[in-house]
Nanobody, 122 residues
Framework: QVQLVESGGGLVQPGGSLRLSCAAS????????MYWVRQAPGKGLEWVSA????????YYADSVKGRFTISRDNAKNTLYLQMNSLKSEDTAVYYC???????????????WGKGTLVTVSS
């Protein structure tokens, strides 16, 4: 029932920008914290960013802080990740995920999308 569908990935040059989207359905989107997680080729999962229900509180991994911006549009049931000043190290499959507990954060990630591939290369 719960569905998370990422989009917006693709090939970009170093220093370029890309905006990822995550379309959510099957749950009350506005009641849940949301997250972005990524997995680079041959590496493990890395938490990237988090956002609270209303969008007023955001959190970032040190590796992306200052370059990435997480946001959400609750009216559209959509989560976003604006990625600027992209580096080759940002190459990864990017996943969006939801928190399992309504109106609370940091409890985990119970549903994930299938991911969208971002490749940063010249």
């Amino acid at each position: 029932q719960v569905q998370l569908v990422e989009s917006g990935g693709g090939l970009v040059q170093p220093g370029g920008s890309l905006r990822l989207s995550c379309a959510a359905s099957g749950f009350t989107f506005s009641s849940y914290w949301m997250y972005w997680v990524r997995q680079a080729p041959g590496k493990g999962l890395e938490w990237v960013s988090a956002i609270n229900t209303g969008g007023g509180s955001t959190y970032y991994a040190d590796s992306v802080k200052g370059r990435f911006t997480i946001s959400r549009d609750n009216a559209k049931n959509t989560l976003y990740l604006q990625m600027n000043s992209l580096k080759s190290e940002d190459t990864a499959v990017y996943y969006c995920a939801k928190d399992p507990l309504s109106r609370a954060g940091w409890y985990g990630m119970d549903y994930w999308g299938k991911g969208t591939l971002v490749t940063v290369s010249s």
